[in-house]
């Protein structure tokens, strides 16, 4: 009997089973706070802008086509109406994007952000009661219906009628196009703060939209400017049926698809309606059209005619249409009026706008030119002498240069605790690794210490620390020179001087002070005067905060600690220094001393041995010359004499006496490093 669940039945199971099956992305409810629907909302509101420029692109399609008659630009119709339906493809998107994301409960808007509902029953029917029929009013494609299928089948169309039609098509769905605008950019702002993330960006932003209403008020006076064309020539048409007979004006010969006819060819040698509807001669009143065919803008290219007609429409806005110069049919007045208002409103909010993204860049200028003035009406007051003056200004100049008025220590402290110590181990740890000392500690350590450093600024020839001043705190050099010198309180004739630069420390007294099981509220005295060289910019260590990692963390107290802070501290550097001069110095007497006893111990064998022979001689001298006996006996007693002094032991210089003795140098203070609380 076969077993079912053998090795060979279980290869038949190709995929792994998992209770938690992945929802595709197309069946996902978005969050509206997401990355992706923030994402689809700055591409929809690029869309937006996009389409709002394309429709009034349909205002140029009627041209002057030739002599008293208007046709259709068909390029210009073909490429606008392929940008717009890419356009309207980008609605239709976000008309599903919008049944796919989640909302808000307004019930649960008491506390925080609100719960998210995800129900996509729930969603469907809030958006259909809401924003649904706005955005599908937005999103159908009415002009290129109207453009390519309505206006061709009917019958006997003019251009006058095509175009009273697409304009009306284009302006009616402009409204919701444009409203819908407005929530996606107030969502935008809601999610990420703001539409542009830099001044210069909103600033553009803002102009980019002044500019879409210049180029909306431009096409709107083209289209304007060829009806008012076209009813000047309908008048004077009238005009012709009742007064000629033979050939008479008909309304199809205003139409360009009646070109080359011979009954049009005919009436146009006949005919004054070119004459009459002319803008040069004041048969006609165009009023504020006038430009538009005395400058022959309705026969131009594309090109031309849309830049003349983006000028117009700028000009007239920033001048609130003061050089209008309307006729005084109520239309035209109408139009006026909205150029004046719409002008107002329109510059009034991009100067307000730009001026306040503008002045975001200048903001920070702007108070350290107010605190630099105060500062200097200060120092006039105090009458502080010009040294001093020249110090402060100099200070004032580096830390503006340095920071550009940001407080960095503001910053941080607004910063949540874990992202504040991120932040300053990515600032400082690569700094405090460089300190010999801070590279035996592990990482814990590290962070420990880079989350209590600060900012530290200091001009050239400021004291940072006077030797016999209190030390406040450790500093790490990022970048500058500082000159560290001491004369051992006083000392008279001992001076010891050395530079620091980037990645040295100074304060090392501080560390001896923290490291003291038994340190007192006091703070240590430095041994050393620290001078600024340079403009120096450096981390900072207070005394507080380098006694509180001190006692939190025991890995202080090790002796691979202690071996590592007697090499790497100046001041145990200058103590050892000092410490192997003094003993150089007492070798070199203690060495001259014995020289000098054993070259005199070496003078007195001499002597003794050229005594003996003058001794063997006198005896000599005795037995033969008798009458010289008086003269031998005092030479005898002279050199008992001179014996007697030869024979008493030279005192040899005690090494240890005190004219061989230097002064000594005060050690250091060494710390425990092996106490546990």
Same mark, same amino acid.
């Given at each position: 009997?076969?077993?079912?669940?053998?090795?060979?039945?279980?290869?038949?199971?190709?995929?792994?089973?998992?209770?938690?099956?992945?929802?595709?992305?197309?069946?996902?409810?978005?969050?509206?706070?997401?990355?992706?629907?923030?994402?689809?909302?700055?591409?929809?509101?690029?869309?937006?802008?996009?389409?709002?420029?394309?429709?009034?692109?349909?205002?140029?399609?009627?041209?002057?086509?030739?002599?008293?008659? !208007?046709?259709?630009?068909?390029?210009?119709?073909?490429?606008?109406?392929?940008?717009?339906?890419?356009?309207?493809?980008?609605?239709? !998107?976000?008309?599903?994007?919008?049944?796919?994301?989640?909302?808000?409960?307004?019930?649960?808007?008491?506390?925080?952000?609100?719960?998210?509902?995800?129900?996509r029953r729930a969603i469907a029917t809030r958006y259909l009661k809401s924003m649904f029929a706005i955005d599908l009013a937005a999103a159908l494609p009415l002009p290129q219906i109207v453009t390519?299928?309505?206006?061709?089948?009917?019958?006997?169309?003019?251009?006058?009628?095509?175009?009273?039609?697409?304009s009306l098509i284009v302006l009616i769905q402009y409204v919701p196009r444009l409203y819908v605008m407005?929530?996606?950019?107030?969502?935008?702002?809601?999610?990420?703060?703001?539409?542009?993330?830099?001044?210069?960006?909103?600033?553009?932003?803002?102009?980019?939209?002044?500019?879409?209403?210049?180029?909306?008020?431009?096409?709107?006076?083209?289209?304007?400017?060829?009806?008012?064309?076209?009813?000047?020539?309908?008048?004077?048409?009238?005009?012709?049926?009742?007064?000629?007979?033979?050939?008479?004006?008909?309304?199809?010969?205003?139409?360009?698809?009646?070109?080359?006819?011979?009954?049009?060819?005919?009436?146009?040698?006949?005919?004054?309606?070119?004459?009459?509807?002319?803008?040069?001669?004041?048969?006609?009143?165009?009023?504020?059209?006038?430009?538009?065919?005395?400058?022959?803008?309705?026969?131009?290219?594309?090109?031309?005619?849309?830049?003349?007609?983006?000028?117009?429409?700028?000009?007239?806005?920033?001048?609130?249409?003061?050089?209008i110069a309307?006729?005084?049919?109520?239309?035209?007045?109408?139009?006026?009026?909205?150029?004046?208002?719409?002008?107002?409103?329109?510059?009034?909010?991009l100067i307000g706008n730009m001026q306040t993204y503008l002045q975001s860049t200048t903001a920070r200028l702007e108070e350290w030119r107010v605190r630099r003035r105060d500062t200097e009406e200060w120092m006039r007051h105090r009458q502080l002498p010009q040294e001093l003056q020249d110090r402060v200004r100099r200070f004032v100049q580096y830390k503006w240069i340095a920071t550009r008025g940001v407080d960095e220590e503001s910053i941080l402290r607004d910063l949540p605790l874990d992202l504040r110590r991120d932040i300053q181990r990515h600032l400082c740890l690569a700094l405090v690794r460089r300190v010999p000392f801070f590279a035996q500690m592990d990482d814990q350590l590290l962070d420990a210490i880079c989350e209590h450093l600060v900012s530290s600024l200091n001009t050239k020839e400021t004291y940072i620390v006077r030797e016999g001043d209190p030390v406040n705190e450790m500093l790490f050099i990022i970048r500058g020179k500082l000159q560290s010198s001491t004369t051992n309180g006083g000392r008279s004739g001992f001076y010891n001087s050395i530079n620091l630069g980037p990645g040295d420390?100074?304060?090392?007294?501080?560390?001896?002070?923290?490291?003291?099981?038994?340190?007192?509220?006091?703070?240590?005295?430095?041994?050393?005067?620290?001078k600024c060289i340079a403009e120096v910019e450096a981390f900072a260590l207070r005394a507080e905060d380098l006694k509180f990692v001190a006692k939190q963390f025991k890995r202080l107290h090790s002796k691979k600690l202690q071996h590592a802070f007697r090499y790497y501290s100046h001041q145990w550097r200058t103590w050892g220094a000092c410490f192997i001069q003094t003993a150089w110095r007492r070798f070199k007497k203690r060495k001259l001393a014995m020289e000098l006893a054993r070259q005199e111990g070496l003078y007195l064998q001499t002597v003794e041995e050229e005594d003996n022979a003058d001794n063997e001689a006198c005896g000599s001298e005795?037995?033969?010359?008798?009458?010289?006996?008086?003269?031998?006996?005092?030479?005898?007693?002279?050199?008992?004499?001179t014996r007697k002094g030869g024979y008493q032991k030279v005192p040899s210089i005690d090494p240890n006496h005190a004219s061989l003795k230097m002064p000594k140098m005060f050690k250091p203070v060494e710390p425990n490093f092996y106490h546990e609380d």
């Open positions: 009997m076969n077993n079912p669940f053998n090795a060979s039945g279980l290869r038949n199971f190709h995929t792994p089973f998992s209770l938690r099956r992945k929802v595709p992305w197309w069946n996902q409810t978005l969050d509206p706070g997401s990355s992706v629907v923030n994402k689809w909302n700055h591409i929809f509101l690029v869309s937006c802008i996009i389409a709002l420029f394309l429709d009034p692109l349909y205002f140029f399609l009627p041209v002057i086509g030739g002599p008293a008659c !208007m046709g259709i630009d068909l390029g210009l119709g073909i490429l606008v109406t392929f940008f717009r339906t890419v356009c309207d493809m980008f609605f239709l !998107m976000h008309i599903v994007m919008k049944f796919r994301t989640a909302f808000v409960s307004p019930k649960s808007r008491v506390f925080g952000r609100g719960e998210l509902v995800f129900d390519w299928f309505v206006i061709p089948a009917v019958k006997n169309s003019t251009a006058a009628h095509n175009n009273h039609t697409l407005f929530p996606i950019n107030r969502r935008i702002v809601k999610t990420t703060g703001a539409v542009a993330k830099t001044a210069w960006s909103g600033a553009a932003y803002n102009l980019l939209l002044y500019m879409l209403a210049g180029h909306v008020l431009g096409a709107s006076w083209y289209v304007l400017s060829i009806q008012r064309q076209l009813e000047c020539w309908k008048i004077e048409c009238r005009n012709e049926i009742n007064t000629t007979h033979s050939p008479s004006c008909h309304p199809l010969f205003l139409d360009c698809s009646t070109l080359g006819k011979p009954d049009r060819n005919f009436w146009l040698k006949t005919t004054n309606v070119i004459t009459g509807c002319d803008a040069r001669n004041d048969n006609f009143h165009f009023g504020m059209f006038a430009d538009a065919f005395t400058n022959d803008v309705a026969s131009s290219n594309f090109i031309d005619k849309y830049f003349y007609c983006l000028w117009w429409g700028l000009k007239n806005l920033c001048s609130y249409g003061q050089n309307a006729s005084t049919i109520v239309s035209e007045t109408l139009f006026g009026i909205l150029i004046c208002i719409a002008g107002l409103v329109f510059f009034c909010h420390f100074c304060g090392e007294e501080l560390l001896t002070w923290a490291l003291m099981p038994d340190s007192s509220l006091n703070l240590p005295t430095s041994t050393r005067t620290v005795n037995a033969s010359n008798t009458q010289h006996i008086g003269a031998t006996i005092l030479a005898s007693k002279f050199a008992k004499n």
